[in-house]
């Protein structure tokens, strides 16, 4: 879902609204996952974000990828299903957009999503969770054009002719999104539009912690907010209640079966990593050993930076979804 990097934001901060001390699985984003006659899978914590930083994907990741046989990313669309996505995303009960927000919120939500508006009798229609969506997706759209990092690792599985397992089905995403208090989504749709020029001067933070591999530092960068408006705190904690922790139970489950076989490459939003109830600590639950791949950067000859591996034995090279993340189906 493009546009996704304020939903990740937001809900990074209702994880430290709500954590104490240190978390399990603070740093890495790639991580190996092991059990005893099974061939090894991965795990590969993403930042839904076109910046070229970010989609030129390091060597470590490259030898993982190439050695998968099934990609199992959070989601993959059809175009039906992306045209339902929508279709979901309105209300059918009656409701619209102004019950909810006054005639200057409205109109600052028009001026906001510019030309990325729909028309106006859909958007009249738009429940706030979309609108959230839009206005994150117009962000996107204005700072990096081009694919996302999901869909990149996407694109090139396709090429490969991997197995593609989607990780959540488009009616249990809705669903997720439809759980978050009425009350929370125009909050922070409010909060989103007050806040939105801090937020993205935010953007090449994010990019760097996650660069670093420092998940803990993701999320402590989203405490900003919470500190601009502390009432939005407990909005962020529905929000992350329903968009990562129930997700990662989700994700989880569907993994169960496909890592027993091996050879998968799994690619989800970092924070659904990092914690006690992310996925890695499930995955763990279910027996699994669980092994950073590598950590973070060290300055090379020269002044770039390069990976530090673990010392494990190298690997062998072997926001609105839209249509360039739509399945074969």
């Known amino acids: 879902m493009r546009g996704a990097w304020i939903v990740f934001a937001a809900a990074a901060l209702a994880v430290v609204a709500g954590a104490g001390g240190a978390a399990p699985f603070e740093r890495g984003l790639l991580f190996r996952l092991e059990r005893d006659g099974v ?31 099934t990609f199992a990313p959070e989601i993959q ?22 019950d909810f927000f006054d005639p200057p919120t409205l109109e600052a939500i028009r001026i906001a999503l510019g030309a990325g508006a729909p028309p106006p009798a859909v958007l009249a229609r738009l429940k706030p969770w979309a609108v959230l969506l839009k206005l994150a997706e117009r962000r996107e759209a204005d700072t990096a054009g081009g694919p996302t990092l999901d869909q990149v690792l996407l694109a090139q599985a396709r090429r490969r002719r991997l197995a593609i397992l989607g990780l ?66 407990p909005h962020l904690a529905a929000l992350t209640r329903h968009l990562v922790e129930n997700r990662s139970v ?17 690619a989800v939003g970092a924070l659904h990593l990092y914690g006690e109830r992310g996925l890695l600590a499930l995955l763990r639950e279910q027996g699994y050993r669980v092994r950073r791949v590598y950590r973070t950067r060290r300055p090379e000859a020269g002044g770039r930076k390069m990976e530090r591996r673990s010392h494990r034995p190298r690997v062998r090279v072997g926001c609105f979804p839209d249509a360039r993340a739509r399945s074969h189906r």
């Open 168 to 233: 959540e089905l488009p009616d249990e995403q809705v669903a997720a999104f439809d759980a978050i208090p009425v009350a929370s989504q125009v909050a922070l749709v409010g909060f989103l539009l007050a806040e939105r020029d801090a937020l993205a001067r935010e953007h090449d933070a994010v990019v760097a912690a996650w660069l670093d591999r420092d998940l803990a530092k993701l999320a402590a960068l989203s405490s900003a907010p919470g500190r601009l408006r502390p009432a939005i705190v």
């Open 39 to 69: 061939a090894p899978s991965y795990v590969f914590g993403t930042l839904h974000s076109a910046d070229p930083r970010v989609t030129r994907l390091p060597q470590a990741v490259q030898r993982a990828f190439a050695q998968a046989r």
């Open 77 to 98: 669309l059809s175009e039906r299903e992306i045209a339902d996505f929508f279709e979901a995303a309105q209300f059918d009960d009656g409701r619209r957009l102004s």
């Open 250 to 266: 989700l994700m989880a489950h569907r993994l169960a079966l496909p890592l027993r076989r091996g050879n998968v490459f799994v």
